[in-house]
């Protein structure tokens, strides 16, 4: 079992940058795929990025290309999401997940593991 905790997020303005970091409990880590998700007031959950167990693989949503960035230290049980650019549209609560499958699943229903989030709040 993998336990997650977010944290990083903050109120920032249009063109700022913030790190999320999440932190995961469990010797297991190194074996997971890790994603971001993130959830605005009457929105679905969506995908945000992923990354493989290994760091070799990544995957972004098409909204966030080229402006975030995702990556993980094993040796710190730790996944992070490096957000430049920030636009006031990117406000939402931020959750970062754990899935056993090899490849990165864009579907939150897919996941195993959820933080408790992180609100990212962008001011115009």
């Known amino acids: 079992q993998v336990q997650l905790v977010e944290s990083g997020g903050g109120l920032v303005q249009a063109g700022a940058s913030l790190r999320l970091s999440c932190s995961a409990s469990?010797?297991?880590?190194?074996?997971?795929?890790m994603g971001w998700f993130r959830q605005a007031p009457g929105k679905e959950r969506e995908f945000v990025a992923g990354?493989?167990?290994?760091?070799?693989?990544?995957s972004y949503a098409d909204s966030v290309k080229g402006r975030f960035t995702i990556s993980r230290d094993n040796a710190k049980n730790t996944v992070y999401l490096q957000m430049n650019s920030l636009k006031y549209e990117d406000t939402a609560v931020y959750y970062c997940?754990?899935?056993?499958?090899?490849?990165?699943?864009?579907?939150?229903?897919?996941?195993?593991?959820w933080g408790q989030g992180t609100q990212v709040t962008v001011s115009s």
């Open positions: 469990g010797r297991t880590f190194s074996t997971y795929t």
């Open positions: 990354i493989n167990w290994s760091g070799s693989r990544t």
């Open positions: 997940a754990a899935d056993q499958a090899l490849l990165i699943i864009s579907s939150f229903r897919e996941y195993d593991y």
